[in-house]
């Protein structure tokens, strides 16, 4: 199969089974998960021969027959929680986790979202072995215009924004090159986030499903053939910011190299620049206010090298843009 039919054919998802579940339980989960990325399976759904049908996590409530579900998790090496305040010590013997509390359920949800798109992420990097490093960042790049094509798009510009100012900054082409590809590949570990994550209608995620969207950055480092070592920190450290305030990991200015701090201001410049669902998108002008705003401060997010290196990339192509006008008037 060609790499193109793989990456049209995969389809990243991770089943939840309910059993014996009651309404009003099924539907908080529903909503906090988002229904478009699952698949639920209710009861008698759950007891088949065919494992492709099973859940990888089965959430069941108090009245459950054990035996049938200890036959059920073996058959499907599915894991599973419990969502009962009954039988916790019968359970927990026989290696189930059994939780009481709502906090404590959303905690594990939460944990188990996180090991479902580290999943995805490892099939995917299963199903580039073999490739050419071409078919695999076109596979890739496939995969994010079938998941999400606006993720597609921003990183097209990122890319073009992030090779716009390493020429102004003077980088040699190789290193421009890099840095270039970089910014086209810097999202790529969004692939692998669920669509209720990923496709979200507000501007400010609430504060556990950003905990999951954080997690994009590093499933970005698990995607990225071998081949590309060389981008990683460009991939995994976008976020950061000079002042430690970024994440995943609070790095500060001396633990950040200048491509990383190129693809963050491309990132930024570009996110403010579009046009979502939850916001305008700025002009030129409002943008590069915010990132002045940003950069040139005592305790600066970005670095104002690389914003006055964008400022004055767009300004020479607005310029070359008017003088390719003028002429063909």
Do not use: W
């Not at 949800?109 to 580290?118: K, P, W």
């Not at 993720?151 to 840095?179: C, F, P, W």
């Not at 633990?255 to 669902?277: F, G, H, K, Q």
Request: hydrophobic fraction near 40%; aromatic fraction near 6%; charge should be negative.
């Amino acid at each position: 199969m060609a790499y193109n039919e793989l990456a049209y054919d995969y389809n990243p998802s991770y089943r939840i089974g309910f059993y014996g579940v009651d309404e009003v339980t099924k539907e908080k989960i529903e909503e906090f998960l988002g229904e478009t990325f699952f698949t639920f399976y209710d009861g008698d759904g759950l007891v088949n021969d065919d494992l492709l049908d099973m859940p990888d996590l089965i959430i069941s409530g108090e009245n459950i027959d054990i035996e049938k579900l200890t036959d059920i998790l073996t058959a499907s090496r599915a894991s599973l929680i419990k969502v009962a305040s009954k039988s916790k010590e019968e359970l927990n013997s026989s290696g189930v986790f059994a939780i009481n509390d709502d906090e404590e359920f959303m905690l594990m949800i939460e944990t188990t979202i996180n090991t479902a798109v580290f999943t995805n992420a490892l099939k995917i990097r299963d199903m580039l072995e073999g490739m050419d490093l071409n078919d695999k960042i076109s596979t890739l790049l496939l995969l994010m215009q079938k998941k999400d094509p606006y993720t597609v798009r921003h990183s097209q510009n990122v890319s073009q924004y992030a090779e716009m100012m390493s020429k102004e900054l003077g980088l040699s082409d190789e290193r421009t090159e890099r840095i270039k590809l970089g910014g086209l590949l810097h999202d790529i570990g969004k692939i692998c986030l669920t669509d209720s994550i990923l496709f979200n209608t507000t501007p400010k995620l609430a504060e556990d499903k950003m905990k999951i969207m954080q997690v994009h950055t590093s499933l970005g480092t698990i995607l990225l053939p071998d081949e590309l070592e060389s981008l990683k920190d460009m991939v995994a450290l976008h976020h950061e910011r000079l002042d430690g305030s970024g994440y995943p990991y609070g790095l500060s200015a001396e633990d950040l190299l200048d491509d990383v701090r190129i693809i963050s201001v491309a990132d930024t410049y570009d996110a403010m620049t579009t046009e979502r669902s939850y916001q305008k998108a700025m002009s030129e002008d409002e943008a590069m206010a915010v990132l002045d705003k940003l950069a040139d401060t005592s305790k600066p997010k970005l670095d104002i090298r690389i914003v006055r290196a964008l400022k004055e990339a767009l300004r020479k192509e607005k310029q070359a843009s008017l003088i390719v006008e003028g002429r063909s008037r």
